[in-house]
């Protein structure tokens, strides 16, 4: 955050098949060198691929991955006294959906052997359902959050 000058949010655009801001931010997560057409192409194969497999729309398993994978608290270094405590804090709406916007990204990308779509596809698929790595990158954040709950009180 810039000290002197106000800090503006980025408005992201709706994607142009759905209309949700939501999958236009996740597509521009998605993109790499400017290559939104590319982005795009991986984002909405993985949706039909996601279509087939449940027979459900493919919005509400997108959402729903998004909604498991966004993290409530997680942990800040602070230094006190000479020593680092990892702090935990409350995570607000907008970083929340971003690391897990990011977690999800991360783990369909680590998925070798398979395309990018297919990939993606898995991943948001497991998200939905409560698996996968992006979950378990939550948990795994909730987890050192709990076990650093003695430390809260140098939240500040």
């Known amino acids: 955050m810039p000290r002197r000058r106000v800090f503006f949010k980025r408005k992201y655009e709706a994607d142009p098949v759905y209309g949700d ?16 057409g590319l982005a795009q192409k991986i984002f909405y194969k993985s949706l039909e691929i996601i279509k087939q497999k449940t027979g459900k729309p493919p919005e509400e398993s997108f959402r729903k991955a998004i909604a498991n ?11 006190v006294g000479g020593a680092t405590y990892q702090v935990p804090i409350e995570v607000n709406e907008s970083r929340g959906m971003s690391l897990a916007i990011r977690w999800i990204i991360t783990a369909a990308k680590q998925k070798k052997g398979k ?7 898995e991943e948001l698929l497991d998200a939905s359902n409560n698996k996968g790595a992006a979950v378990k990158k939550r948990e795994d954040t909730h987890k050192m959050a709990d076990a650093n709950r003695a430390f809260a009180h140098y939240r500040w």
């Not at 939501?22 to 521009?28: A, E, H, R, S, V």
């Not at 395309?115 to 993606?120: C, V």
Request: aromatic fraction near 2%.
């Open 21 to 36: 801001i939501l999958i236009g931010k996740f597509i521009n997560m998605l993109m790499k060198q400017g290559k939104k």
């Open 69 to 79: 994978t966004k993290p409530m608290l997680e942990v800040k270094p602070r230094r």
């Open 115 to 121: 395309p990018m779509a297919a990939g993606l596809a």
